[in-house]
C-alpha cells in the first residue's frame, strides 16, 4: 500500500536526519525530494506544492522544538501536513432513513460490484444490520451474477428484476421490498461506464432524484492516476455525493492522485478496500494512513482486526489448556484460522511498526499457512491433542501423508514447542507484569492514539 510513495519520503526525510540544526538550506533540499516524492506518486502538481510550501514554513518556524531531532521533527510536520491532507479525521456513514438507502456510483471497473459485497458484510457483521443489495446494472449480465455470488457468500439477499432495463424502477422496487421484507439498509448497485458519457450521468442522476439515498458513494480505482481526480469530480458535480471509496489499495499503485481526492472535490475518503476477500474493507483514517505512508505502521488497526476475532469463551478455555499444557495441534489451528480472517498476510505485517519496510520485495502469499495445516492434518486426532506421542517414525508417516520433508515437521514441531513456552511464560507473573506495563505506556506519536 503506497510503497513507492513510502520510499520516496523515507529517502527524502533520511536526508535530513542527523543533522546537528534545522536550516533553510537542508529543509529546501528536504522539501524539494518530499514534492518530488509526492508528484512521482502521482499527487497533483499543485496540491503538492502547496502541501511542501507548508511544511517547509512550519519547519522554519519551529526551531523552538529543541528536544526533538530534526529528522523526528521534520517526519511530525510531513506526518500532520499528509493527515489534513487526507480529511483531518474519519467520517462515518450515515445510515440515517428507514430503511437507509446507499447509492454505490463509478466507472466500469473501479470495483463496485465487489465493494459493494464488502460493505453488506461489513454492515451486517460489524454494525448488526440487515442489507438488501439491490442489483441495478442493466448493461451488464455479468454484473447481476456477480452481485448474486458474492450475496450468496455472504448471506445477504440480492434483489433483481430480470429483463428490466430501468435502473430507477429496479431501485424503486428493491426498497419496497426491502420495506416488506424487514431489510434496514438497501445498497444499490450501479452500472458503470469505460469513460463518462453524457447517458451515464443522466441515468445516475435519476436513480439518485427517485430514491433519494441517505448516503452517495463514489468508488474509485487507486491505481488509475489522475484521471480518478477528473471522474471525481465529474460524478461530485452530477450527484454532490457524499463520500469516497478507494478500491485495489493492495496493488503495485502509486496512489497519490486517490489521496488528492479529498483536496479536489472536498469528499472524505470513508473505506479503502484491499484484496478480493469479503472483509477485505476497512474505514479510513487519516491519521493512520499518513503513518503507513511514513513506515510507522498501524498498530490500532491491526489490534481492532484481532479484537474482532477475539472470543472470550475460547480465550478462557485455551487458558485453562495452557496452564494444565494441553495446549495441542487442534487449538493451534484454530489460532492459525483466527490470523487467516484478519485478512492479507502481508497488508497484516505492514502494520506492525517496521516491518512493513523490512518486508516491501518480500512475497507473502495468503496461503503460507497451507503447508503448516497439511502436515497437521495428516496428525492422528490422538496426535494432534497430545503432541509429545509424536516420535521419528510417526514423523515420516505425517511427512509422507502431508507431501513434505521430514525436516518441515520437525521445523514445525520445534515452533509449536517455543510457542507453547512462550504462552506459558505469558500466563505467569513476568508476563502479567509486562502487560500491567504495556497498558500504563502513555500515547507515543504515529500510533494514532493507542492509549485512548
Same mark, same amino acid.
Given at each position: 500500500?503506497?510503497?513507492?510513495?513510502?520510499?520516496?519520503?523515507?529517502?527524502?526525510?533520511?536526508? +535530513?536526519?542527523?543533522?546537528?540544526?534545522?536550516?533553510?538550506?537542508?529543509?529546501?533540499?528536504?522539501? /524539494?525530494?518530499?514534492?518530488?516524492?509526492?508528484?512521482?506518486?502521482?499527487?497533483?502538481?499543485?496540491?503538492?506544492?502547496?502541501?511542501?510550501?507548508?511544511?517547509?514554513?512550519?519547519?522554519?518556524?519551529?526551531?523552538?522544538?529543541?528536544?526533538?531531532?530534526?529528522?523526528?521533527?521534520?517526519?511530525?510536520?510531513?506526518?500532520?501536513?499528509?493527515?489534513?491532507?487526507?480529511?483531518?479525521? !474519519?467520517?462515518?456513514?450515515?445510515?440515517?432513513?428507514?430503511?437507509?438507502?446507499?447509492?454505490?456510483?463509478?466507472?466500469?471497473?473501479?470495483?463496485?460490484?465487489?465493494?459493494?459485497?464488502?460493505?453488506?458484510?461489513?454492515?451486517?457483521? @460489524?454494525?448488526?444490520? @440487515?442489507?438488501?443489495?439491490?442489483?441495478? &446494472?442493466?448493461?451488464?449480465?455479468?454484473?447481476? &451474477?456477480?452481485?448474486?455470488?458474492?450475496?450468496?457468500?455472504?448471506?445477504?439477499?440480492?434483489?433483481?428484476?430480470?429483463?428490466?432495463?430501468?435502473?430507477?424502477?429496479?431501485?424503486?422496487?428493491?426498497? @419496497?421490498?426491502?420495506?416488506?421484507?424487514?431489510?434496514?439498509?438497501?445498497?444499490?448497485?450501479?452500472?458503470?461506464?469505460?469513460?463518462?458519457?453524457?447517458?451515464?450521468?443522466?441515468? +445516475?442522476?435519476?436513480?439518485?432524484?427517485?430514491?433519494?439515498?441517505?448516503?452517495?458513494?463514489?468508488?474509485?480505482?487507486?491505481?488509475?492516476?489522475?484521471?480518478?481526480?477528473?471522474?471525481?469530480?465529474?460524478?461530485?458535480?452530477?450527484?454532490?455525493?457524499?463520500?469516497?471509496?478507494?478500491?485495489?489499495?493492495?496493488?503495485?499503485?502509486?496512489?497519490?492522485?486517490?489521496?488528492? %481526492?479529498?483536496?479536489?472535490?472536498?469528499?472524505?475518503?470513508?473505506? +479503502?478496500?484491499?484484496?478480493?476477500?469479503?472483509?477485505?474493507?476497512?474505514?479510513?483514517?487519516?491519521?493512520?494512513?499518513? &503513518?503507513?505512508?511514513?513506515?510507522?505502521?498501524?498498530?490500532?488497526?491491526?489490534?481492532?482486526?484481532?479484537?474482532?476475532?477475539?472470543?472470550?469463551?475460547?480465550?478462557? /478455555?485455551?487458558?485453562?489448556?495452557?496452564? @494444565?499444557?494441553?495446549?495441542?495441534?487442534?487449538?493451534?489451528?484454530?489460532?492459525?484460522?483466527?490470523?487467516?480472517?484478519?485478512?492479507?498476510?502481508?497488508?497484516?505485517?505492514?502494520?506492525?511498526?517496521?516491518?512493513?519496510?523490512?518486508?516491501?520485495?518480500?512475497? %507473502?502469499?495468503?496461503?503460507?499457512?497451507?503447508?503448516?495445516?497439511?502436515?497437521?492434518?495428516?496428525?492422528?486426532?490422538?496426535?494432534?491433542?497430545?503432541?509429545? %506421542?509424536?516420535?521419528? !517414525?510417526? /514423523?515420516?508417516?505425517?511427512?509422507?501423508?502431508?507431501?513434505?520433508?521430514?525436516? &518441515?515437521?520437525?521445523?514445525?514441531?520445534?515452533?509449536?514447542?517455543?510457542?507453547?513456552?512462550?504462552?506459558?511464560?505469558? =500466563?505467569?507473573?513476568?508476563?502479567? =507484569?509486562?502487560? =500491567?506495563?504495556?497498558?500504563?505506556?502513555?500515547?507515543?506519536?504515529?500510533?494514532?492514539?493507542?492509549?485512548?
Amino acid at each position: 500500500m503506497f510503497n513507492s510513495l513510502q520510499d520516496k519520503l523515507d529517502k527524502a526525510l533520511h536526508n +535530513i536526519s542527523g543533522r546537528g540544526k534545522i536550516t533553510e538550506i537542508n529543509v529546501a533540499e528536504t522539501v /524539494k525530494e518530499i514534492r518530488r516524492a509526492l508528484v512521482d506518486a502521482d499527487v497533483n502538481y499543485k496540491v503538492a506544492k502547496d502541501l511542501t510550501k507548508r511544511v517547509q514554513d512550519k519547519a522554519l518556524g519551529a526551531n523552538v522544538l529543541t528536544s526533538l531531532t530534526p529528522g523526528q521533527l521534520m517526519t511530525k510536520i510531513v506526518h500532520d501536513e499528509l493527515v489534513d491532507l487526507m480529511g483531518g479525521s !474519519q467520517e462515518g456513514i450515515n445510515l440515517s432513513g428507514k430503511p437507509s438507502v446507499i447509492l454505490i456510483a463509478g466507472l466500469q471497473g473501479s470495483g463496485k460490484t465487489t465493494f459493494s459485497g464488502k460493505l453488506a458484510n461489513f454492515l451486517k457483521t @460489524k454494525k448488526n444490520k @440487515k442489507p438488501l443489495l439491490v442489483a441495478c &446494472d442493466v448493461y451488464r449480465p455479468a454484473a447481476i &451474477d456477480q452481485l448474486k455470488v458474492l450475496g450468496g457468500q455472504i448471506g445477504v439477499p440480492v434483489f433483481t428484476e430480470e429483463g428490466s432495463t430501468n435502473p430507477s424502477t429496479i431501485a424503486e422496487n428493491g426498497i @419496497k421490498f426491502a420495506k416488506e421484507n424487514g431489510h434496514d439498509v438497501v445498497i444499490v448497485d450501479t452500472a458503470g461506464r469505460l469513460a463518462i458519457d453524457e447517458q451515464m450521468m443522466n441515468e +445516475i442522476k435519476s436513480v439518485h432524484y427517485f430514491i433519494k439515498p441517505s448516503e452517495t458513494l463514489f468508488v474509485v480505482d487507486s491505481m488509475t492516476g489522475q484521471d480518478a481526480v477528473n471522474t471525481a469530480k465529474a460524478f461530485n458535480e452530477a450527484l454532490n455525493f457524499d463520500g469516497v471509496v478507494l478500491t485495489k489499495l493492495d496493488g503495485d499503485t502509486r496512489g497519490g492522485a486517490a489521496l488528492t %481526492i479529498r483536496s479536489v472535490v472536498e469528499k472524505p475518503i470513508k473505506f +479503502i478496500s484491499t484484496g478480493e476477500k469479503m472483509e477485505a474493507l476497512d474505514i479510513f483514517y487519516p491519521e493512520r494512513m499518513a &503513518d503507513r505512508i511514513l513506515g510507522m505502521g498501524d498498530v490500532v488497526s491491526l489490534v481492532e482486526r484481532a479484537q474482532e476475532q477475539f472470543d472470550e469463551e475460547e480465550a478462557k /478455555k485455551l487458558h485453562k489448556k495452557i496452564a @494444565k499444557n494441553e495446549f495441542g495441534f487442534d487449538d493451534f489451528l484454530k489460532q492459525i484460522n483466527q490470523i487467516k480472517k484478519m485478512g492479507n498476510m502481508k497488508d497484516l505485517m505492514g502494520m506492525i511498526p517496521g516491518v512493513g519496510k523490512a518486508i516491501k520485495d518480500v512475497e %507473502i502469499s495468503d496461503d503460507a499457512f497451507k503447508h503448516i495445516e497439511a502436515i497437521i492434518y495428516s496428525m492422528t486426532p490422538d496426535e494432534r491433542r497430545r503432541p509429545s %506421542i509424536i516420535n521419528t !517414525q510417526r /514423523k515420516q508417516r505425517i511427512a509422507k501423508g502431508a507431501g513434505r520433508k521430514i525436516e &518441515d515437521v520437525n521445523q514445525l514441531m520445534k515452533q509449536f514447542d517455543q510457542m507453547g513456552k512462550m504462552m506459558k511464560m505469558m =500466563q505467569g507473573p513476568q508476563g502479567k =507484569q509486562m502487560m =500491567q506495563m504495556m497498558s500504563k505506556m502513555p500515547n507515543m506519536p504515529g500510533m494514532g492514539g493507542m492509549g485512548k
